[in-house]
């Protein structure tokens, strides 16, 4: 079975400041990680993922994320928040053992940048 | 690339009526999944399919829901008898059949049962 936990139901950042929102998972098999932003009353766009090799994966908007693998984390990232980051982000994970092409989604976290 | 793109974008509706949402996904994509948010939560695997082939339908919620892509094109979901539990954002999303594939998603259709 597949899982994935976002901690955090908010995460509060002042502008500027460098931000981290918190993914963790668990898989039988190897992990598919993905990142997702979605913002009010639209679909989720696609921010990166982690599919094999570097653990350092650097997506779209500045964003980055590090897959640890003893830690089972995934966590997303960047240097510097800007008001516009605001909005809810999803992390989702698929197992590679079994052949299944259906991922989990977490439950979201809220991210807001003040000003 | 135009994306997915979902149609109704709102659906406003009355207890017991059947409903049916449309998705066209990005032309060179061959799989599509549909999913449902609730507020407070991430998207729910609802179906997908692989062109025309419906390869997993064991996770719609009841007999009421359904869901075809007839050519493997554009795919319908339809929700028979409504019901206020029913009240969601029906999201869709494709994708190619490559390796750590991406999903894509449309902008949504979301629900309000009366």
């Known amino acids: 079975a597949q899982s994935v936990a976002q901690p955090e139901d908010q995460v509060n950042v002042a502008e500027g400041n460098p931000l981290t929102v918190k993914c963790t998972y668990s898989v039988s098999g190897n992990p598919y990680l993905f990142w997702y932003v979605q913002y009010p009353n639209r679909g989720l766009q696609f921010l990166l993922k982690?599919?094999?090799?570097?653990?350092l994966v650097k997506g779209s908007y500045g964003f980055e994320a590090e897959f640890n693998k003893s830690q089972t984390s995934f966590h997303l990232k960047k240097p510097s928040a800007l008001v516009s980051d605001s909005a809810l982000y999803f992390c989702?994970?698929?197992?590679?053992?079994?052949?299944?092409?259906?991922?989990?989604f977490g439950r979201g976290t809220s991210l807001i940048v003040h000003p | 690339d135009t994306g997915v793109s979902q149609d109704p974008r709102h659906k406003i509706t009355k207890r017991g009526q059947n409903v049916t949402f449309r998705c066209d996904p990005i032309?060179?994509?061959?799989?599509l999944y549909w999913y449902r948010q609730t507020l407070g939560q991430g998207p729910e695997f609802l179906t997908y399919f692989q062109n025309e082939a419906q390869l997993e339908k064991s996770r719609l919620l009841s007999d009421r829901f359904s869901a075809e892509r007839p050519k493997g094109s554009f795919s319908t979901l339809e929700i028979q008898r409504t019901e206020q539990g029913d009240s969601a954002m029906y999201l869709c999303a494709s994708s190619t059949t490559g390796l750590g594939d991406t999903q894509y998603f449309g902008p949504g259709t979301r629900l309000t049962v009366l």
């Open positions: 982690y599919i094999t090799g570097d653990n």
């Open positions: 032309s060179e994509h061959n799989r």
């Open positions: 989702a994970v698929r197992d590679t053992s079994g052949g299944s092409y259906i991922p989990t």
